[in-house]
Nanobody, 120 residues
Framework: VQLVESGGGSVQAGGSLRLSCAASGSISSSRCMAWFRQAPGKEREGLATIERDGHTSYVDAVKDRFTISSDNAKNTLYLQMNNLKPEDSAVYFC????????????????WGQGTQVTVS
């Protein structure tokens, strides 16, 4: 399985960005896809997960501002980020876990290379 993120960049506070993650390879029907981020000097943190049936979950820090979605036909994951804040600056990663969703970095099976988001 390969994951390729895109859509990162620089934006002013209050702005929006939409990240994409294109998945290729064999992914089980019970997979969970997720977005994580890692700021300099900090641990990688889970932000949102989505199951194949569309069920989503979010951490409080991004709830009501970020929206995770997926296009199963295209095997693509998205993260719509609105009302961005400077503290959202980080490298954003997508991940796949074969099986139920877990928000732990150690329990993901596949990772993308990351895309930088900078909010000033």
């Amino acid at each position: 399985v390969q994951l390729v993120e895109s859509g990162g960049g620089s934006v002013q506070a209050g702005g929006s960005l939409r990240l994409s993650c294109a998945a290729s390879g064999s992914i089980s029907s019970s997979r969970c896809m997720a977005w994580f981020r890692q700021a300099p000097g900090k641990e990688r943190e889970g932000l949102a997960t989505i199951e194949r049936d569309g069920h989503t979950s979010y951490v409080d820090a991004v709830k009501d501002r970020f929206t995770i979605s997926s296009d199963n036909a295209k095997n693509t994951l998205y993260l719509q980020m609105n009302n961005l804040k400077p503290e959202d600056s980080a490298v954003y990663f997508c991940s796949v876990r074969e099986g139920g969703c877990r928000n732990s970095e150690d329990e993901q099976d596949y990772w993308g290379q990351g895309t930088q988001v900078t909010v000033s």
